[in-house]
């Protein structure tokens, strides 16, 4: 019987509506082989939503496709998710004050950072030319 | 996914009491936005949203939210959520939503506190 | 805004203990994308578990994967699975037959090919020393 | 999937009725075997399973089942499912299994049938 293979799941999504709930069956999958409890599941399916959505939105990329890779490590869930876009830096992005927002005229947008940096444990964003790749991580 | 975004509107004295079925996003969101909007424009200030059967949601529905719960405030009415899931409730405590609107625990306990 | 995507997801899953439920969870959500009704779904569920279990199971693979590409095309939704294991002849494999399988001591197994193709529209199998592929299609 | 497989016994005069909870696969149904064997042993030869909440099944679960059927039939007794989604009945089907234990579609048509 050969060796117990990585806890290794890779998967490659087309930027189409609703396929960011794709991924998160996908995670769901991934956090019940680690037995991760509900709330901190429905947490990195969050994270995971916006870092899709992101993608999807705003990346231009051409092969229009996010290719995400979970891997379970100890009590760890790591998410790397990339795309092949124009890149952006995370550090011009304003963050979001609900105040701002409340007023007439204010764009409504503009969470998802705040949202996957608050529902994981660690999330680091590496951007350029060549697309964004996102690492995130929940632990148990 | 695929399955269409459904929502129920009734009212309880001035009370309107909408109630959400599937994935808020962007779609969901123009949904209620528009059922809003009619009770709005027939006077309505008084809302309450029951998400008891929307467990999942993105940050572009919740921002349709915030222009909901813009135009509450302004109108100085009033506008709070019920029944959310550990999930939904958790972003609206990031996103500070939690500042302007209160979340109810059940739909009866909401409609007891803003009769 | 770049042209449309390909209908086409991607899955490498690790051989391991109900990792064929995270394939349902991704056949489900591509299901969802082309509305196969909640049958079909079923059975595409089914067909590919039985298909993941015989890579699991059967195919003595060293890299312990299995890749699976889902591919929507207009009606039906092709289901391309691999191993990279030892493969074999499914022209030698016995149909089950139930009246024989209900007498002692016979071997109660084998039917993982016949479902999936009772599932399945088409299901194809390529086979050889550098593993196995196949290919399965649902018509809506 | 991780979710553990469960199981209750009750029985109805001389019929012995399993109800099933998750994935009926290798784990799903040696739990099954051991129960059925349980009352076997202490002379049952009449059984109802009721998977009602087994809506994902594997061949290697159902050849377990067979091992079950076969013991019952050898026994002269008789074994029979109910509540089955669609696709665990096409299963059955495909098998043949239906020729040799019925499906009832409600656990009470089953009972009124068997006792
Ligand atoms: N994958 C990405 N590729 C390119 N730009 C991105 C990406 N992710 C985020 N951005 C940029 O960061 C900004 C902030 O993102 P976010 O906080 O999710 O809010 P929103 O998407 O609502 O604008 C986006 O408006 C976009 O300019
Ligand atoms: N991916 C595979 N790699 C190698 N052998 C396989 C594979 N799939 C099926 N087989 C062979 O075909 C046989 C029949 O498979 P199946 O009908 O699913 O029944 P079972 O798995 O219960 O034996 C297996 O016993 C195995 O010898």
């Known amino acids: 019987m050969p060796k117990e293979p990585d806890r290794v799941v890779e998967l ?110 660690s999330v680091k964003f590496e951007s350029g030319p060549d697309g964004t790749t996102i690492t995130m991580i929940k632990k148990k | 996914m695929s399955e269409s975004f459904e929502i129920e509107v009734k009212q309880h004295q001035a009370l309107w009491i909408f109630t959400t079925h599937g994935y808020i996003n962007n779609q969901g969101g123009d949904v209620i936005k528009e059922k809003y909007d009619e009770s709005y424009n027939g006077g309505a200030r008084k809302f309450l949203l029951n998400l008891a059967d929307s467990k999942i949601i993105n940050s572009i529905g919740v921002s349709i939210l915030i222009e909901i719960l813009e135009k509450t405030i302004e109108a100085a009415g009033e506008l709070a959520f019920c029944n959310c899931a550990p999930i939904v409730e958790k972003t609206f405590t990031i996103m500070g939503i939690t500042r302007y609107a209160k979340i109810y625990r059940t739909e009866e306990d909401a409609v007891k506190a803003m009769s």
């Open chain 1, 12 to 121: 490659i999504l087309p930027m189409l509506p609703d396929m960011e709930i794709a991924a998160t069956r996908t995670a769901e999958a991934v956090a019940e082989m680690m037995q991760l409890d509900a709330d901190k599941t429905a947490e990195v399916s969050m994270a995971l939503i916006e870092a899709c959505l992101n993608s999807f939105e705003h990346s231009q990329s051409v092969d229009r496709k996010v290719f995400i890779t979970f891997r379970v490590a100890g009590d760890e869930l790591q998410i790397i998710l990339k795309d092949h876009g124009v890149g952006f830096d995370p550090t011009q992005v304003e963050a979001p004050v609900i105040e701002k927002k409340l007023h007439s005229g204010a764009r409504k947008r503009g969470w998802g950072l705040r949202l996957m940096e608050s529902m994981m444990d």
